[in-house]
């Protein structure tokens, strides 16, 4: 990944790269575990990491190597055999051992972990029970004084092989732990800063998006609620006089009129209540674009919104002579959602398939919950833990009128559309209904479109998602008939 | 994934992701206990409170082809399922080479387990990875409990789905090795497809996931092992195409 954002996962300890000995352990617990061993075992001790970084050693020389090292060749001779310590190879987990020219010896056992080495502990140098006198191979060094060496060879810590083991072994085990707790802090202590920083990151990011699209949406918002304020102040306020005069004028108020003068008066207040109700559609259209009209989310149980907006309608239906009926079974998944908006598609629906419904036909309005598992597709992954939540409620509002040919199906939720621009003037109406229906349950994430009705008529087919899973308390089935 | 050629070493990253308590950590223990001495390493849990994942455990189990020539090594991880650490989530999730998803199996989990899954999704969009390309096993833990989404159920919609679907009852071990087994093998398959590690190691997939499988204690053959499994297409053809 080339992402630049994205932490290194090696660095965080979460990825698969090699452990570092001198990263998973603190180097004073390391100094504090040598130093007692020292003590209790009398046998000097130096951790080393992989790249040869000395982490810990004991403090004390011992006096015979103290006086070797005063000596430059002495000194040259020492640095080559703890390079070569340092350097040796040690395939054995048991560890292996490298002799001084002292006589004494050192035991190196390496420190594994997670299957790897990661270093090796030396321990040493220890004399051999065997070494009583002085050596030849130090005698043979440049400026070694026999006699002060004799003296001082005693001092050197002793142990027999089998003693350096077991106290190597003991060494290991004493490690393992402090590696495992090391391992255990070092990523603990990362994956806490990494995740902070991850979460602060994202909040910034969120935070940056956040405060821009606010303050666009401020803008916007004063711009369209002046814009809104003004027009349907503009609009109104003429409007609403038209209106009142009318009235009066209808109320005889101002004289009695004549049977001609009363119609067209009558027409002229009709057409201005048309004109009304047409400037508040287009306010609410205009909302409901912009996205600033305000939905109060609850669960809706459908079937009581579907009762409502038919009793909402039914008048206009009985006046006309069309049957209307609504069926909603008692099982129905309720809907997340604005109950008032929702009464308003349908009732915008019931009105529209009313409208276009002539005498003695039918407008059904029918919901039902889909098994939406048929439509999910198979190849896209999760489906299993996805598909249940997919539950969606189907109300098909159906009509017996004139149908709207296939090619126009989309074409009607434009906002003043009409399927035949005459059918505007012969059942009235502004176009904007159907809009405002698609825009209400697009908000609702749902769907809505037209499919035919046999032998005649269309059918207005709204989706909307269940808010939750499990099933609700079952409710009596809805249906209802208005004739 | 890391190979190393000198010590003919292969390093695979899997991560158990899954929405709070649905049984990640449970898994991993079981996993633990299932595996021989010589496949599993330390079974580290990082900061816990309450029993809850705070970061992340971690279980190493390494397997070792039957001469003992190849060695796999697995870093099995889980998240933390609470939803406040999105952000650790992500890290964990970084670098995987195969996701199981532990589910819980209860009905009223059912949007946990779906956010849980879209929050897998996101996360490894966010790393630039599309989820279809991962590979991905998921377990529906807990089949012990009441009221939980029925067998038949999960039958009929893994069998539209393309990944494997296991159920499981980690606390009981059952069903624990079945998603980790099948979870290695299409790892593996994805894997060998995009770096050709059968051919450059010269090693049979199929065998290598087979001794896994015995170094977890199971003496059936691994493919009866994962044909276990409800739906999964993806786990079905060999690579090449062999039924
Ligand atoms: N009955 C039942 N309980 C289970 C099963 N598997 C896990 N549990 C229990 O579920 C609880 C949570 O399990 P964990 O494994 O800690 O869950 P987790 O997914 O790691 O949770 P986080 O770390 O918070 O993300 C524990 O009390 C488990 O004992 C199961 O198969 N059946
Ligand atoms: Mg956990």
């Known amino acids: ?483 | 994934m890391q190979l190393d050629f000198a010590s003919r070493e292969i390093s695979i990253k899997l991560v158990y992701y899954g929405p709070a308590l649905s049984g990640k950590t449970t898994n991993l223990v079981a996993l633990h206990g299932r595996a021989g001495a010589d496949a599993r390493g330390r079974l580290m849990t990082l900061e816990t409170q309450d029993d809850r994942t705070l970061f992340f455990d971690l279980l190493p189990l390494t397997f070792r082809s039957k001469d003992g020539d190849v060695s796999l090594r697995i870093k099995l991880f889980t998240v933390p399922g609470q939803p406040i650490h999105a952000a650790t989530r992500r890290l964990v999730l970084q670098g995987a080479d195969g996701v199981a998803l532990i589910a819980d199996s209860r009905v009223s989990e059912t949007q946990r387990n779906a956010d849980a899954f879209l929050d897998l999704r996101q996360n490894l969009r966010d790393n630039g990875i599309e989820i279809s390309k991962m590979p991905l096993v998921i377990q529906f833990n807990k089949r012990d409990l009441p009221d939980i989404r029925s067998d038949e159920e999960l039958a009929r919609l893994a069998a539209r789905g393309k990944e494997p679907v296991f159920r499981a009852v980690a606390t009981r071990g059952i069903g624990v090795v079945e998603t980790f087994v099948c979870l290695l093998w299409l790892t593996w398959r994805s894997l060998d497809q995009s770096h050709q590690l059968s051919r450059k190691l010269s090693i049979d997939g199929d065998d290598l996931v087979s001794t896994a499988a015995q170094q977890l204690g199971v003496t059936t053959p691994f493919r009866e092992l994962i044909a276990a499994r409800m739906g999964g297409r993806a786990a079905g053809a060999a690579p090449g195409g062999a039924p």
């Not at chain 1, 009695?256 to 027409?267: K, R």
């Open chain 1, 1 to 483: 990944m080339s992402d630049e954002r994205s932490t290194d996962v090696d660095a965080l300890g979460l990825g698969l790269g090699p452990l570092r000995l001198e990263d998973l352990v603190d180097r004073e617990a390391m100094r504090g575990m040598v130093g007692s061993i020292e003590q209790v075992f009398g046998m000097p001790v130096r951790i080393v990491s992989n790249s040869g970084v000395s982490l810990a050693s004991s403090s004390r020389e011992a006096p015979l190597c103290a006086m070797i090292n005063e000596e430059p060749a002495g000194r040259r001779a020492c640095g080559a055999i703890v390079s070569e310590v340092k350097r040796l190879r040690v395939t054995s987990s048991e560890g292996t051992t490298h002799g001084c020219f002292t006589g004494a010896r050192y035991r190196v056992v390496p420190i594994e972990y997670e299957g790897g080495t990661i270093g090796r502990a030396i321990l040493g140098p220890y004399l051999p029970p065997s070494v009583d006198t002085v050596p030849d191979t130090l005698l043979a060094i440049e400026g070694v004084d026999p006699a002060r060496a004799a003296e001082l060879l005693p001092h050197m810590a002793r142990a027999t092989e089998a003693t350096a083991e077991i106290v190597s072994k003991h060494l290991v085990a004493v490690l393992d732990v402090i590696l495992w707790s090391g391992h255990k802090a070092l990523l603990t202590s990362k994956m806490h800063i990494a995740s902070i920083r991850e979460s602060y990151r994202e909040l910034s990011e969120k935070n940056a998006a956040l405060e821009q699209a606010y303050e666009r949406q401020q803008e916007l918002d004063k711009l369209k609620s002046n814009f809104l304020a003004t027009i349907s102040h503009e609009l109104r306020t003429p409007l609403t006089s038209i209106l009142g005069y009318s009235e009066m004028l209808v109320g005889g108020i101002a004289g009695e009129l004549t049977g001609p003068q009363l119609d067209f008066v009558q027409i002229i207040h009709s057409k201005s209540d048309q004109l009304l109700k047409l400037i508040m559609s287009l306010l609410d259209l205009s909302k409901l674009e912009s996205g600033t009209v305000m939905m109060r989310r609850s669960d809706v149980a459908i079937g009581a919104v579907l009762a409502e907006a038919a009793s909402t309608v039914a008048p206009v239906a009985t006046k006309k002579g069309v049957t209307l009926t609504v069926d909603a079974p008692g099982d129905l998944p309720l809907v997340l959602g604005d109950p008032e908006r929702l009464r308003q598609v349908f009732v915008n629906l019931g009105e529209n398939a009313i409208k276009f419904t002539p005498p003695g036909g039918t407008v059904q309005i029918v919901a039902r919950q889909m098994a939406t598992e048929a439509d999910a597709g198979g190849d896209e992954p999760g489906m299993v833990l996805l598909a249940p939540l997919r539950q969606m409620i189907e109300v098909r509002v159906a009509d017996t009128g004139i149908g709207i040919p296939e090619a126009e199906r989309d074409k009607v939720f434009d906002p003043f559309y009409q399927v035949d621009q005459s059918s505007t003037r012969e059942h009235g109406g502004t176009g904007l209904g159907l809009s405002i229906v698609k825009r209400l349950v697009e908000a609702h994430h749902g769907t809505v479109h037209i499919e035919g009705n046999e032998p005649t008529g269309a059918v207005f087919v709204v989706r909307l998602p269940a808010s939750r899973p499990s099933a609700p308390p079952s409710k009596a089935a809805i249906s209802v008939r208005f004739a």
